[in-house]
């Protein structure tokens, strides 16, 4: 519990936890509204009797077991995102914006994403509803009434998608506030920094200068020896020859 308490005394971290906390309340309150029509009871048998959606259920937060206009989550979404990537191994221009044209590129295939979804959404919504209705879990909807809960199923779906994206986003200008910061202190330490290399950089070129001096020194030393032992020993043969 003590290591819990301590995620509440950093700044940064207790306004990202608080920050998910609050979308998540949004979610459940939003996961509670039903779309209009709905038989309580039939719908609780329906879901009793069929694994398929309550698995469905387990997927879509809980929003699918009352009709709610989030009973989508984010379902469309992903569904666009698998397609996307399965697009690329057929369209070459899609599979290098995505693989070589770097964060770009991935925006552009996260908008795409992003497009595709509406049209998923509202054939998802209206399959669901459709499904329900010849189950005898919806009253049937006439034109109007199948337009209107599509689109409020629809808009729930990208509402959830919108919550997903300001969230990544709000984390990527965190991110990139904290490398300017660390960019600034650098800059700010740089003169600094830069001095020292300097020095380090003229007292290691001195170093060498006198290694270099005091090996030319040896050099000449050692020839001048050798120039006084070949001396004495012309020296010597000279003399004998006498």
Do not use: C
């Not at 719908?43 to 387990?58: K, T, W």
């Amino acid at each position: 519990m003590g290591k819990l308490l301590q995620i509440f005394k950093i700044p940064d971290l207790r306004k990202k936890v608080l920050m998910v906390l609050f979308w998540l309340l949004i979610f459940r309150l939003l996961a509670a509204i039903p779309i209009p029509g709905i038989d309580a009871v039939k719908l609780q048998a329906f879901f009793a009797s069929n694994q398929l959606f309550g698995f469905l259920n387990i997927f879509s937060g809980g929003g699918l077991e009352n009709l709610s206009i989030m009973m989508l989550g984010v379902g469309p979404y992903i569904t666009a995102t698998i397609i996307m990537q399965l697009l690329t191994i057929i369209f070459p221009k899609l599979k290098k914006a995505y693989y070589e044209e770097g964060a770009e590129g991935r925006a552009k295939f996260n908008r795409l994403s992003r497009y595709l979804t509406v049209p998923l959404a509202v054939v998802q919504a209206y399959g669901f509803l459709n499904l329900l209705a010849s189950q005898q879990v919806l009253d049937k909807l006439d034109p109007l009434d199948m337009l209107r809960n599509v689109a409020v199923i629809a808009a729930g779906s990208l509402f959830i998608m919108w919550v997903g994206e300001l969230i990544s986003v709000q984390l990527q200008l965190e991110r990139l506030a904290e490398e300017g910061a660390g960019r600034a202190a650098h800059s700010r330490d740089g003169p600094d920094t830069s001095a020292a290399l300097a020095r380090a950089a003229r007292t290691a070129q001195g170093q060498a200068s006198r290694e270099e001096r005091l090996e030319r020194g040896d050099e000449r030393r050692t020839a001048l020896a050798e120039r006084e032992v070949v001396l004495r020993s012309s020296l010597e043969g000279a003399w004998r020859s006498r």
